[in-house]
Nanobody, 125 residues
Framework: QVQLVESGGGSVQAGGSLRLSCKASGSRLSSYRMSWFRQAPGKGREGVAVIDDESKISYADSVKGRFTISQDNAEATLYLQMNSLKPEDTAMYYC???????????????????WGQGTQVTVSA
């Protein structure tokens, strides 16, 4: 069993930055595929960034070059550094942990067993 707790959300102006954290407990972070998802009002949840290890990272096209996913295994914490934020980045952000399966399924919600409660990010124009 893995418990995930996100923090770091908030309200910023367009062009600003935020750093989200996801603290894991109950198991080693390095055992799982870790991801960030987001859900905007009225929309489905979408994968934003995923990491298996430093050599296996992927981003949604909409955030490439602006967001950076990383993890500190010693601290059991997943991070999402978000720069050059846009109003369309406004959403509830969730971290998720799942088994490492096929890479093509990296953003499939059904592949993730554990989810945090979410942290809200609001970007104003």
């Amino acid at each position: 069993q893995v418990q995930l707790v996100e923090s770091g959300g908030g309200s910023v102006q367009a062009g600003g930055s935020l750093r989200l954290s996801c603290k894991a407990s109950g198991s080693r972070l390095s055992s799982y595929r870790m991801s960030w998802f987001r859900q905007a009002p009225g929309k489905g949840r979408e994968g934003v960034a995923v990491i298996d290890d430093e050599s296996k990272i992927s981003y949604a096209d909409s955030v490439k070059g602006r967001f950076t996913i990383s993890q500190d295994n010693a601290e059991a914490t997943l991070y999402l550094q978000m720069n050059s934020l846009k109003p369309e980045d406004t959403a509830m952000y969730y971290c998720a942990a799942g088994d490492r399966g096929f890479w093509y399924a990296r953003f499939w919600e059904s592949k993730y067993k554990y989810w945090g409660q979410g942290t809200q990010v609001t970007v104003s124009a």
